[in-house]
């Protein structure tokens, strides 16, 4: 009996540990899984917001997505800050801890910003000595600055102009004084008006819809989408000829980087459904920018475009941008986004250590370029600073892909990473030949993020006629963005009159000559 009740527990055992095993398993399981999803999770927060995000823990990555909508200045903005807080390390972690980031203390006004002074005088208690009962004396003042702003104000303005008539000669009629040139004659609104309708839109990703429902708000008037759409269109038809001649400027040059971006069309065939449009973008580092409108993103944009340049082009690898330009043409590569692949690799599979060793070596090669820029070099003691460090640096990151290609699978994010940097290899190496060559073309992306941030809220161009002067407003807003100029003053400087002047009076009113 005894023996038969310790055959029954036996079993009784065995099955519990075949459960508790079973149900350790799928406990090893289920977390396998929840790692993968929150690895796919923050390779989606990272693709969406940019870059700039990669450096973010996942919690603050979770706290972006919580604001309604968020620009790469602010994600940017982010990663600048402390890490959100986490448990007291132990005793020899805090040892071995380096040292924080100093608090860069409280930041100034910008000092070009107006200032409106405002004095507060003492209480009369306090303009009455408490020890003898005299009058005291103003001696100076305890000064503070904050920074302040006055709501927008809308207004009527009431243009009167002279008329005149000679009494005794009659029969030469009235005259009257000229009519100041304006953006667009005959309009409700002022130049001003229509400036700050543009700047919204493709500055602060306002869509138009909005802007008419604000404008109503503040001031009881009820002015249409279409007609708002109307203002934009005649200010991108004005710059269409600026943006040529900005085009002639950048071939002109010796360096051009270049990327391209989907944009949605609206079709008016009937079916209702938009069509993939491109927006293909040149520039140069330190110089302006020029948009092109293509409805596709065939090889024949950029072989229009460039025509027979005869300098420096980079790009990433899209093979569209391969055989246009002149004979001349040197194409070059962009690091950064062979470093992306491999960073990709490894949150995929965080045990590729591999992957990781060619990010920190490439992290070392772009830190060459990085104390150039802090010690404010010019592109001959770059070029110098570059011929002494990043051979070795390129050979150690080119034995390191060349083993990953060997022993990871094609089709793994490894091995596309790999064969990605190997095929394009003498083109992301260009740099060590031309010193004004830059390592990524990270630029011409950034410049990409404000229509990426814009699409999302005006939804598409409203027709193919409508892409080339679209294209043409954002190659001077974007433009004046990157030369620091002030983009209602410039748009206020140029456009009223313009229709009227002659094409050979342009080279000196694009954003790069405004800026000179």
Not at 32 to 58: N, V
Not at 296 to 312: H, N, S, V, Y
Request: charged share 25%.
């Amino acid at each position: 009996m005894d023996a038969e009740i310790l055959e029954q527990l036996k079993q009784k055992l065995d099955s519990t540990e075949r459960q508790l095993g079973t149900a350790e398993k799928r406990l090893q399981f289920v977390e396998l899984k929840i790692q993968l999803l929150e690895e796919r999770l923050r390779q989606m927060l990272i693709k969406k917001y940019g870059a700039s995000s990669e450096k973010l823990p996942s919690a603050q990555l979770e706290l972006l997505e919580l604001e309604p909508g968020v620009s790469s200045d602010e994600v940017q903005a982010e990663g600048e800050r402390e890490p959100l807080s986490s448990p007291p390390a132990a005793p020899e972690e805090e040892a071995n801890r380096k040292p924080g980031r100093k608090h860069p203390g409280r930041q100034s006004l910008p000092a070009h910003l107006p200032r409106v002074a405002k004095i507060v005088a003492c209480t009369p208690e306090q303009c009455v000595c408490g020890g003898c009962g005299a009058q005291t004396t103003l001696i100076g003042y305890e000064e503070s600055e904050q920074l302040d702003v006055e709501p927008m104000k809308y207004f009527v303005r009431v243009t009167r102009r002279e008329k005149r008539a000679c009494k005794r000669c009659e029969e030469r009629g009235v005259e009257a004084a000229p009519l100041p040139e304006r953006i667009i004659e005959k309009s409700l609104v002022s130049d001003k008006v229509v400036i700050d309708t543009i700047v919204a839109k493709y500055c602060d990703s306002l869509p138009l819809y909005r802007q008419s429902a604000i404008l109503k708000r503040d001031t009881g008037l009820d002015i249409s989408r279409s007609t708002m759409d109307g203002w934009v269109m005649r200010v991108g038809e004005l710059l269409m000829p600026i943006a040529g001649v900005m085009r002639k400027e950048l071939l002109a040059g010796s360096y051009i980087q270049a990327d391209e971006t989907p944009v949605d069309v609206q079709m008016h065939d009937g079916r209702g459904q938009n069509h993939q449009a491109y927006l293909w973008q040149y520039g140069t580092p330190g110089g302006g920018v020029v948009f092109d409108f293509r409805m596709g993103r065939e090889r024949e944009g950029p072989k229009q475009f460039l025509e027979k340049f005869d300098g420096i082009l980079q790009t990433d690898g899209y093979v569209a941008y391969d055989h246009i330009g002149g004979p001349k043409m040197v194409h070059a590569c962009c690091l950064a986004h062979s470093r992306r692949k491999f960073v990709e690799a490894f949150k995929l599979n965080p045990k590729d250590l591999a992957s990781t060793r060619i990010v920190k070596l490439m992290d070392d090669l772009f830190a060459i370029d990085a104390k150039a820029r802090t010690e404010n070099l010019d592109h001959t003691a770059r070029h110098q600073m570059r011929l002494e460090k990043a051979p070795a640096l390129l050979a150690d990151i080119r034995t390191e892909v060349l083993a990953i290609q060997n022993d990871a699978l094609p089709k793994s994010a490894a091995g596309k990473a790999a064969n990605y940097t190997l095929a394009l290899w003498n083109k992301l190496t260009r740099f060590l030949e031309y010193p004004e060559l830059e390592l990524s073309n990270n630029l011409a992306e950034n410049s990409m993020r404000p229509i990426a941030v814009g699409r999302r809220n005006w939804i598409h161009v409203g027709s193919a006629q409508a892409g080339p002067k679209v294209a043409a407003i954002l190659s001077v807003v974007e433009s004046c963005r990157r030369l620091s100029l002030p983009i209602r003053g410039y748009l206020a400087q140029v456009l009223p009159g313009l229709a009227n002047l002659s094409v050979k009076r342009l080279d000196n009113l694009t954003p790069t000559a405004s800026a000179a």
